[in-house]
């Protein structure tokens, strides 16, 4: 605590009110222990418009006005009165002091500590007469001293409904101070304790409040310098965790270059091979060339100085010799052509898995939570999220709940939203069989909108609700799955599909095969295996349910295949090549509204429209539409498409005309690096697996970002999907796992 002199210096920023400035008159004091004057709370309840309850100037918190709401009945701050009884002594030699008795001003008082009051140089000689005050403690204000100033601030508290009454007693069952007047008047037969044994019961009470609220300020700073040490820790961590990265890519880097050298020798050993055969060839081509220079002069020469009888004479022989040379000159290029004949070719494989892994992973530490359910007890609810479950809990009488027969035939619910009631929102409601009702439904928009919520036709008290629609939360409930190849155990899972029973179906591209799971992660069934038969796969991707079927993407085989819910094979569709019905590496596919499957194929750097059966229908885009299409599904008119390539979303009309994209390459919001596959909630917004920046984000269908979530829970998202209650499914490519927000 400050000292007196210090006090006293900054004496009148005690005694002036933090609204008008100037000082309190009648000054009351509110629970957060913030004091004003009565007449400024007054003008701030006004000016508000809500009765019973007022808000604090100074901290901005809410409180309900005790009693029939009348502000006068907060209590009064005693020591700001001492404060302004004391004033006048640090104002005497300015402005003088006013008289107790005959009210007159002067600079030469004195102040009496027995009367509390102050006595001018003309009154003190009468005070000091009447033989009653013989005994009074009175000091001249020029002989005052700091402890005399604080002697005045310790002056007993008078009554304020008997004068000059000093307050003495606590009654126990008014909670209130009161005088040995009030005791013996307004509080009679009252249960009543001596003001200072009530101050120090009190006070007892406070300081061990106070001291538990040290102890556990002490804790809140070790954990302070906990942090300290973690932040340290985490500094040296990060420090060799890089070390490590630049080793291990050194290391990486460095086996490349030598394979880049060792095929670098074979080009050139195949290059010499070639060179030396070439020459070879070369001198056999001009030594024959010779010999046949000297025949066709033998032959010239015959020709020429032969008569006629003579060529004819040798006409076999001569007919041998042309037909030898048209023999000659059709197998002359045969050898050159294939010596020249030879070609690089990539390891396709490991070019696919560089494109979705990387050298490695960072596993920060995650601590969870589990979030506390947003809700009030029949007052409806401050928050709610947009495309999540808000929350109202209404408490109804017993005998409602004891007529309802049907959950919908005991409580509605009715959202108004700025342009009106919300028609498309279908409340969830849950009877907890204890008089209360939880009622859960999915907000679209931000901002404020009105939820009433009825029971057997009555509004529940306090309805309607305003609810403040904020931006929507992700939070991580449930994960399975780790690296391996065993039922249950998962490695570089890339597609997910839900199907009406909230089976999950999961495809691995490491161990080429689809798992089923129940909605809680606990393995059911598997089908698949690595090859290019009826029923396997290399490297399945994209996955979907439809008519009882799972339609899987075989990416390398270059195909489509059909299986039953059971994993039965059925169907296939596809083979390699760039007609019409053939594929080339389908990466990703969904189901349209017509029930056609929607197949992206990178390699023609088309989007293909199959029917169930498996005949093409049309395709989307023209040459240079896409540079890496990754995925497409049907929303509404709209075909979106994930354009891994170009880092962008491409939306096309039904009919396949382009109408906009959104998104460029980076890691802002809305910003992609390698986004993967798309899904829409049931509040219309869409997902975006942004792959390499680790997240997931989410938008209007214009293009316009809402909100992303996993920044620090995921590792190579790629595909996500939906239960029944909500929930939303994410693959983890480089974490081998399924998750699970809700």
């Not at 701050?77 to 404060?83: A, E, K, Q």
């Not at 005045?152 to 008014?174: D, N, S």
């Not at 070790?222 to 040296?236: A, F, L, M, N, P």
């Not at 928050?383 to 479950?389: D, F, R």
């Amino acid at each position: 605590m400050m000292d007196i002199k210090t006090f006293l210096d900054n004496f009148h920023e005690h005694v002036c009110c933090p609204v008008c400035k100037t000082r309190f008159t009648n000054p009351k004091q509110l629970p957060c222990l913030h004091s004003f004057c009565l007449h400024c709370l007054q003008r701030i309840q006004q000016t508000s418009g809500i009765r019973g309850t007022i808000s604090c100037p100074e901290c901005r918190r809410n409180f309900t006005i005790p009693g029939n709401g009348d502000l006068n009945a907060f209590p009064t701050n005693f020591r700001v009165n001492s404060l302004l009884d004391a004033l006048p002594v640090t104002e005497c030699n300015t402005s003088g002091i006013k008289c107790g008795n005959c009210e007159k001003t002067s600079g030469e008082s004195a102040y009496c500590f027995t009367c509390c009051s102050f006595w001018c140089g003309d009154c003190l000689p009468l005070h000091n007469g009447l033989r009653s005050n013989k005994e009074h403690h009175v000091l001249a204000l020029k002989d005052f001293r700091d402890e005399d100033f604080e002697s005045i601030l310790k002056q007993p508290t008078l009554c304020g409904k008997h004068e000059k009454k000093k307050l003495k007693f606590f009654c126990q069952e008014c909670k209130i101070v009161i005088c040995n007047a009030c005791a013996l008047t307004d509080h009679e037969g009252h249960a009543k304790i001596l003001l200072e044994d009530a101050a120090k019961e009190r006070k007892s009470i406070v300081n061990a409040a106070i001291e538990s609220k040290k102890r556990r300020a002490q804790k809140v700073m070790t954990r302070t310098s906990k942090i300290d040490e973690y932040c340290v820790s985490i500094q040296k961590q990060a420090a060799r965790v890089k070390s490590e990265v630049q080793q291990f890519a050194d290391s990486f880097i460095a086996a490349i270059e030598a394979q880049k050298n060792h095929m670098f020798d074979e080009v050139e050993n195949k290059v010499r091979e070639s060179l030396q055969l070439l020459g070879e060839q070369r001198h056999e081509i001009e030594q024959d060339v010779k010999m046949q220079e000297t025949e066709i002069g033998k032959i010239e020469m015959i020709v020429k100085r032969s008569t006629n009888a003579q060529i004819i004479e040798l006409h076999e022989f001569l007919d041998k010799i042309v037909q030898e040379k048209a023999e000659e000159e059709d197998s002359g290029n045969s050898d050159i052509e294939h010596v020249m004949a030879f070609v690089f070719k990539g390891n396709e494989k490991l070019s696919d898995d560089l494109k979705f892994q990387h050298i490695g992973c960072f596993e920060p530490s995650i601590t969870k939570t589990i979030p506390k359910d947003s809700s009030a007890e029949g007052k409806g609810i401050r928050e709610g999220t947009v495309g999540l479950k808000a929350e109202i809990v209404v408490t109804t009488r017993n005998t409602h709940r004891q007529q309802c027969h049907q959950e919908s035939d005991c409580v509605t619910l009715e959202i108004e939203t700025r342009e009106g009631r919300d028609s498309a929102i279908k409340p969830q409601i849950q009877d907890n069989k204890d008089g209360t009702y939880k009622i859960n439904y999915f907000a679209k928009e931000i901002g404020t909108c009105q939820a009433s919520v009825k029971v057997n036709g009555e509004h529940v008290r306090g309805s309607p609700f305003e609810v403040l629609v904020k931006r929507r939360q992700f939070i991580p409930v449930l994960s399975f799955g780790e690296q391996g190849s065993g039922a249950g155990m998962l490695s570089k899972p890339w597609g997910v599909a839900v199907n009406d029973k909230d089976e999950i179906a999961v495809s691995e591209t490491g161990n080429h095969r689809v798992q089923i799971f129940t909605s809680n992660g606990t393995h059911l069934r598997s089908f698949g295996k690595n090859g290019n038969q009826q029923g396997e796969f290399n490297f399945p991707a994209g996955i979907a349910f439809h008519d009882n079927k799972i339609i899987v993407a075989d990416v390398r085989n270059h195909r489509v295949q059909l299986f039953s819910d059971e994993g039965h094979y059925l169907n296939q569709f596809g083979g390699k090549g760039s007609r019409d019905h053939q594929l080339q590496h389908p990466h990703s596919l969904s189901i349209d509204s017509d029930g056609n499957i929607i197949v992206a194929d990178h390699g023609s750097k088309l989007i293909k429209i199959f029917s169930l059966g498996g005949r093409f229908l049309r395709s989307i885009g023209t040459e240079g539409s896409f540079s890496f299409p990754i995925h497409c599904i049907q929303h509404d008119n709209y075909l979106i498409v994930s354009d891994r390539g170009d880092h962008c979303i491409k939306v096309f009309n039904r009919e396949g005309e382009f109408l906009y994209k959104f998104g460029n390459k980076g890691n802002g919001d809305g910003e992609f690096d390698q986004p993967c596959c798309l899904s829409v909630d049931r509040t219309g917004h869409l997902l975006v697996c942004d792959t390499l920046n680790d997240r997931v984000q989410v938008f209007k269908l214009s293009g316009e970002f809402v909100t992303k979530f996993g920044v620090r829970e995921l590792l190579r998202p790629l595909s996500t999907a939906f239960l029944s209650d909500g929930k939303i499914i994410v693959t983890e490519f480089n974490n081998h796992r399924v998750q699970i927000f809700e």
